[in-house]
């Protein structure tokens, strides 16, 4: 069996380029074994050569060009990240030919088009498994093993830190702060969390594989992104009592009037097939036409599970086995407007709890401001209290519009018997 | 953007059959919007052209020839399942350079590589995706998204009949025939059913999964498979009161001298992840040596599910993305050997029911063989009865060697003090 020899650079040696350079240089024969290609690490482009690390020197670089006008290396892995100069770099490594894998979700969510058309130009590819969901491969799901489907819903869980942070606030009982802190002790955390736990990073992931799902460009400004900091322990113990559990859901669905798009901290029930994924773990539900619901778990972060879905990616380049439909794939390429659904126009079930002052017509004033709202209760538990005294009323609804409640929030926030803003989280339990 | 027309003929139309012909003759727009692939249908092969269906009657045959050997068809579906003569069709079909799409799972498992082989020699392919685990695309996960990684284990649960049994028989409390007659009224199972029950199904999946997780030519005689015709519903309470589930799972793992490969009912940890999936659904567990574990869902069974799959496969052929590396991917072609571990060197965690005389020294017998096949207890429950009847032990081991809880089992079933043979199921729990 004659074998396919081929040259890889890496542009940035991180967490996930360095576990993806030890696979290259220590497993080299065994991918072989697998894929039937010999891969060769030939540069790898770093920030500070002199730190100390496991490649050998002589494949270090500090200048890019190095890689990307390097007419020995077919494939340009980058995993940089951000938007520049990574966007220049896979541009420039493009119009010389090269193929290129990247894992960055930001880059792609904001100009993935563009950097799609330039591969589709030049007779080349861009390979992005890593840019979602670490090891699970959602983005060949999407755009190949339920390609017959017209897609209803994808709704993952995109983001390890903010799993892993809820998953020690649901089970462990402990505030977000701490939860936090002790994530970043772990290494599930970055020093500056703001990315993960803004809800942004799961924004950027939904904007990529939204836009594959329904073969449009979306874009993070598309989305309505909520983040977990504003979380209070308090209510994802009343939601645990009620049989929900909490994870910051990115969901894209598609409705009679265009698409809804939004990342948000979600109640989900107990048996959800979403509601057991814990720690650092991801997964992705998706409700096709055709196929029906499929459900994707796997590790979400890590050097590891994420060089995974690189090397795959390195391997489906050099395997030449995009390259042949990239530029026609109309989820890649020759996208389609799409209308977006405002959140205020989006119906879901809604968590509240409002602290109301103990007394006769309370109750009446708050489901007053609700019915006039449209907002009709399923549930509802006042907890048993001295007169006189503030007390938390939590109320789970019936599907409601999200303009309505918002009102409803603003309008309950001003009532004399209501202390503080209400909180208030979406339950989902669009599940057969 | 020009898009690329192909034509199709099906051979066979029962109930994915008429699924596949249905979406390509109501969604052919769809299909081509999401593709770029327009698709036409051309021939579809019948046994009885007299029978009514939906499919126009012009493009129904009787003949595969009109089929096979038609200069205008480029994909043959093969969806009429057993060895021949689909078998010398496909083969037939790829003489002809005609790319193949099949769902046929027991032609694959006994006949794949010589398929596989006919395909490369034509420079064709075969898709096969719709053969294991309905719309859940797994072929394309071992084949490609985790193609960087070793697999060290594939654990699925791979028949919806018997999944949709053991869901009633141990959700319900029904016995086995109740349910089996249940899951046959409804749909769930067929008129004969052995091909399910007796785990020959699961085994044939086992066989084209395990052959791809470890680029190895597995057939099921090398696959030691049980069925769940023998379950007893009184060992399924027990288990439950023991914080089990009973599944029947298809195990390939790779271990240090080879791989064991099985199909048997195995009790599960009610938090193992495979424990919730009920009904006709699918799943598939993936240990790799770099992603770590990845778990599928979907459906396994059902027109629709494995339609979703088929016409993957069939855009997947069309779109021209598995000919470039099929000849040479060393998973499909190029396998190498592969030593199997005999059941009898296979170390599991055992159950056991005995039904033995409650006096004395009963016990003190029944740890003695225990004890000399070198089986350690786990756990041990005798539930109270008067003296001198007969009552169940159940007993669940540490791992122990299959061919010594054999020997065991014979043994225990001569002792004067036990009644009849115990009954016996293996401990899944292998999972972080």
């Known amino acids: 069996m004659q074998h396919i020899k081929i040259n890889v650079g890496l542009l940035g040696c991180g967490t996930v380029g360095s576990g993806v350079a030890q696979v290259m ?14 891969l060769e690490l030939k540069k790898v482009l770093v920030r500070d050569a002199a730190k100390a690390r496991t490649i050998p020197s002589s494949l270090m670089t500090t200048c890019p060009e190095d890689i990307i006008d390097n007419p020995d290396i077919q494939i340009v892995v980058e995993l940089i990240g951000g938007l520049d100069p990574a966007g220049e770099w896979i ?29 589709a130009a030049n007779l080349s590819c861009v390979c992005f498994e890593a840019s979602c969901g670490g090891a699970i491969p959602i ?59 803004s809800g942004l990073d799961s924004g950027h992931k939904l904007a990529v594989l939204a836009s594959l799902a329904f073969g449009a460009d979306i874009r993070p400004a598309n989305i309505d992104i909520q983040g977990i900091a504003a979380l209070q322990d308090v209510d994802l113990r009343y939601a645990r009592e009620l049989g929900y559990v909490c994870k910051l859901l990115a969901i894209a669905q598609q409705q009679a009037t265009g698409v809804s798009l939004r990342v948000h901290p979600a109640l989900l029930p107990v048996s959800h097939p979403l509601a057991s994924v814990n720690g650092s773990y991801n997964a992705v539900s998706v409700d096709g036409s055709v196929a029906g619901r499929t ?9 590891m599970p994420t060089a995974s879905a690189v090397l795959a990616d390195i391997l489906e380049a050099a395997m030449n086995a995009t390259v042949p439909f990239f530029a026609s794939h109309p989820l890649l390429n020759h996208r389609q407007p799409v209308a977006i659904i405002p959140p205020t126009e989006v119906h879901t079930r809604h968590y509240l709890r409002i602290t109301a002052l103990d ?55 001003q009532l004399p018997c209501v202390s503080g803003e209400p909180a ?6 669009d599940y057969e």
């Open 91 to 119: 541009l420039h490594a493009l119009k010389n030919g090269k193929r290129v894998v990247t894992a960055n979700k930001y880059l792609l969510a904001h100009r993935g088009s563009e950097i799609f058309s330039a591969a």
């Open 424 to 429: 208030h989280l979406r339950i989902w339990d």
């Open 25 to 38: 240089l220590e497993r080299a024969d065994h991918l072989e074994k697998r894929s039937g290609i010999r």
């Open 295 to 303: 459900v994707y778990f796997g590790r979400g972060a890590g050097a």
């Open 359 to 413: 007394k006769p017509g309370t109750i009446h004033d708050i489901t007053g401001v609700l019915g006039r709202h449209h907002i009709s209760i399923s549930a509802m538990t006042q907890h048993e209290a001295r007169a006189g005294a503030y007390v938390p009323l939590v109320i789970t609804t019936h599907e409601a519009m999200g303009g309505g409640v918002t009102s409803a929030l603003a309008e309950l926030g």
């Open 139 to 197: 983005v060949l799901a999407l755009t190949r093993g339920l390609l017959a489907n017209e897609i209803k819903s994808v709704v993952g869980i995109l983001n390890g830190t903010c799993n892993y942070i809820l998953t020690q606030m649901m089970h462990n009982g402990k505030p977000y702060s701490t939860a936090l802190a002790e994530a970043q002790q772990a290494g599930f955390a970055e020093a500056d969390p703001y990315m993960d736990v």
